[in-house]
């Protein structure tokens, strides 16, 4: 009997939507989104994040200045409550979709062996 793998996903993806991880994240996501100041604060980190991460994928170097800025950022974000909470959920949903795409990896891991 054939498997739709389609079916499997996108009864996956319902299961994440159904998920204590997910919940939580879209709570912290509503709160940081209607505070006016911890949404630009989110806003201007997530900006600077993509710039830095364009960067990186376009082979340029980030130059010392940059990297003090982005810990800096870094650190007054973190003191928001509300994005401290938002990124504790982004990073314990980022931990189980790395887990799940090492389920989903196991077939080809077990055909090739560990690369």
Request: glycine residues 2%.
């Amino acid at each position: 009997m054939a498997v739709n793998l389609y079916d499997s996903a996108y009864a996956l993806e319902t299961a994440i939507r159904q998920s204590n991880e997910y919940i939580q994240l879209q709570q912290a996501y509503k709160e940081v989104n209607t505070d006016p100041q911890a949404k630009q604060m989110f806003d201007q980190f997530r900006q600077m994040q993509m710039n830095l991460q364009q960067k990186q994928m376009m082979g340029q170097n980030i130059s010392e200045q940059e990297v003090q800025q982005a810990q800096s950022t870094v650190a007054l974000v973190q003191q928001n409550q509300k994005i401290a909470r938002l990124m504790e959920a982004e990073q314990r949903m980022s931990m189980v979709i790395g887990e799940l795409n090492k389920v989903i990896m196991k077939p080809l891991e077990d055909l090739y062996g560990n690369l």
